[in-house]
């Protein structure tokens, strides 16, 4: 019988060397290649890890001034002052006239009503509007810190939801994608916090106006519309904080073998997505008219 391949015979040493080397080119290829693909998984771990140490803690931080000492807020009402008198004036006119027609006195109660409320909002409203904002923002920071086990967020969120990324079961196009929606997620959710502040200011300003003349129907539509608003932009910082804490969990708990910590990555990342669509759904919910 002939042997076949590598073998003691002198005739099949070229077979033997052939073997040796393809063996051996496929290590080192093979070597190469997981070299590569280890050191370009560690660049992106590094690059999420200090953009999301950088810019994952800004939005929690962000906490609003309180808008009674807020010169913008003041300047906007001090500005829309008149506005706000004409439009209470005109809807006293239609009162009138609405009473004149009727022969009633509904009217003149939706004045006073109108007026009452006008008062209060003018008076009280950014006191309130500004301790809503304020326990909101304390809120959102605490149930952050008890998601991280009081711990600041700076300090583990790199940890957190960057070391279940380092196991060998993560592919290196899942790392990508994870660390690529990481770090928009948190610069989106930085931008919508930069909204937030600003619509607030807006909204607490223009507040007094919008009650002016809720006695007429479109007064009121406008004044419970802003209302509406008002309380959707305060709500969206703890209920995005929320969802944010559910996310730390569930990433945090991403132990054990590669297949049981890819689950718990992917889960608690769409849950950071899902913090940042919040706002809409949190407007509709508010103002089902918001959407229309």
Same mark, same amino acid.
């Given at each position: 019988? *002939?042997?076949?391949?590598? @073998?003691?015979?002198?005739? !099949?040493?070229?077979?033997?060397? #052939?073997?040796?080397?393809?063996?051996?080119?496929?290590?080192?290829?093979?070597?190469?290649?997981?070299?590569?693909?280890?050191?370009?998984?560690?660049?992106?771990?590094?690059?999420?890890?200090?953009?999301?140490?950088?810019v994952g803690t800004l939005w929690i931080d962000i906490d609003t001034p309180a808008f009674g000492n807020n010169s913008a807020v003041a300047f906007v009402q001090q500005r829309t002052l008149w506005i706000m008198i004409l439009a209470a004036t005109l809807a006293m006119i239609i009162g009138g006239v609405r009473m004149a027609i009727s022969q009633r006195g509904e009217p003149v109660r939706d004045i006073v009503k109108s007026l009452l409320?006008?008062?209060?909002?003018?008076?009280?409203?950014?006191?309130?509007?500004?301790?809503?904002?304020? *326990?909101?923002?304390?809120? @959102?920071?605490?149930?952050? !810190?008890?998601?991280?086990?009081? #711990?600041?967020?700076?300090?583990?969120?790199?940890?957190i939801l960057v070391n279940p990324?380092?196991?060998?079961?993560?592919?290196?196009?899942?790392?990508?994608?994870?660390g690529i929606l990481m770090v928009i997620t948190s610069l989106v959710q930085l931008a919508l916090m930069v909204v937030r502040y600003g619509m607030l200011i807006l909204l607490v300003g223009v507040l007094p106006l919008t009650a002016s003349a809720t006695n007429t129907e479109a007064g009121?539509?406008?004044?419970?519309?802003?209302?509406?608003?008002?309380?959707?932009?305060?709500?969206?910082?703890?209920?995005?904080?929320?969802?944010?804490s559910a996310a730390i969990m569930s990433i945090g708990s991403a132990e054990g073998e590669p297949d049981d910590v890819t689950l718990p990555v992917i889960t608690g990342l769409t849950m950071m997505v899902l913090s940042v669509v919040a706002l809409p759904a949190i407007l509709r919910f508010v103002s089902p008219r918001t959407g229309s």
């Open positions: 019988m *002939i042997p076949l391949g590598c @073998s003691a015979a002198p005739w !099949d040493w070229g077979d033997c060397i #052939s073997q040796y080397l393809g063996d051996a080119l496929e290590w080192a290829i093979g070597s190469t290649f997981k070299f590569l693909f280890d050191a370009f998984k560690q660049v992106v771990i590094e690059a999420v890890e200090s953009v999301m140490k950088a409320t006008m008062v209060v909002v003018s008076t009280a409203g950014v006191a309130i509007a500004s301790t809503l904002i304020q *326990i909101s923002d304390a809120f @959102s920071e605490w149930i952050v !810190d008890q998601a991280l086990e009081g #711990s600041t967020f700076s300090e583990k969120i790199g940890e990324l380092k196991t060998e079961g993560v592919g290196l196009m899942l790392v990508i994608v994870i009121m539509a406008w004044f419970k519309r802003a209302v509406a608003w008002l309380a959707g932009f305060i709500l969206y910082k703890p209920i995005a904080a929320i969802i944010y």
